[in-house]
């Protein structure tokens, strides 16, 4: 059987893909499957210094991760590079990793950086055209979103969703990636609003205090749905969290 592959992109820069991608990665873990994370290009981060690998490892626990670039400054990949007098990483690049995880692994988690159309070279290249690079090598590649919570997030929700449409890339479901412990009224109307801004499933949301979990996998199991290891159930959690 091949492995699932799984692009993690976000509405924005620390809305939680990390934390997210490590949560997806510890329910796929505890059902015994061999487990990668792949993060192309880590920004804000000198040599040495733990990146989002040693997050993803501190909450996910035994699981390969690698990295293929590392820029220093904490900016788009594109900008980072261009300063450092680094090279650009190319789809192709990516593409290989990913196919060589995949025939050793049964779960390839890819983290991008920040949102869907960040920059990683001067041509514009985007973790968009990583996902096609490798569809085209015959891989079955998904996209899955993580979305903040609140006000703001639906626009940025469609505009993702139009963009993989027009690229014809499969948005797979969305995950909030912090749901507070007291929401809102416009987080609780989110709860309906995402899938339909998205045009796909909302498949988790994970609690603010995630990060700070005892039993990490016990966490990510009750706030993904079956379709990302778990059992959370979505209209259950709308119901619970319905508007007055
Ligand atoms: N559900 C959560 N539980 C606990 N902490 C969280 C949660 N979601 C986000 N955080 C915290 O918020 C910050 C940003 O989260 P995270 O690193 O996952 O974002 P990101 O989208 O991966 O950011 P980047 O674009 O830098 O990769 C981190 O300090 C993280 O610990
Ligand atoms: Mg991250």
């Known amino acids: 059987m091949s492995a699932r592959i799984l692009f993690v992109t976000g509405t924005n820069t620390d809305v939680g893909k990390t934390v997210a991608t490590a949560a997806v990665a510890a329910a796929a ?21 733990p990146g989002d690998a040693a997050e993803v490892r501190r909450l996910a626990g035994d699981l390969t991760f690698r990295e293929l670039v590392r820029y220093p400054e904490p900016l788009a990949p594109d900008t980072a590079a261009r300063r450092a007098g680094m090279a650009y990483l190319s789809p192709a690049e990516v593409a290989g990793a990913v196919a060589e995880l995949a025939s050793t692994h049964d779960l390839v988690l890819v983290e991008g950086a920040g949102g869907l159309l960040v920059r990683y070279d001067d041509e514009g290249r985007t973790l968009a055209d990583q996902v096609r690079a490798v569809l085209d090598a015959g891989l079955p590649a998904e996209v899955l979103l993580v979305a903040s919570a609140g006000l703001g997030t639906l626009n940025i929700v469609s505009l993702t969703a139009e963009a ?43 609690p603010e205090r995630a990060g700070g979990a005892e039993d990490f996998a016990d966490l990510a199991a009750t706030a993904l749905a079956p379709a990302l290891g778990g059992t959370w159930n979505a209209e259950y959690f709308a119901q619970v969290h319905r508007p007055a």
């Not at 487990?35 to 040599?47: I, R």
């Not at 890339?169 to 899938?195: F, H, I, K, Q, Y």
């Open 29 to 49: 873990l505890r059902a015994g499957r061999k487990v990668a994370v792949l993060k192309p290009g880590q920004t804000g981060v000198a040599p040495g210094e």
């Open 164 to 206: 993989l449409a027009a690229r014809e890339l499969p948005l797979t479901g969305v995950v909030v990636g912090s749901w507070p412990a007291d929401p809102g009224l416009a987080e609780r109307c989110n709860l309906a609003d995402l899938p339909r801004s998205a045009g796909a499933p909302l498949l988790g949301a994970l």
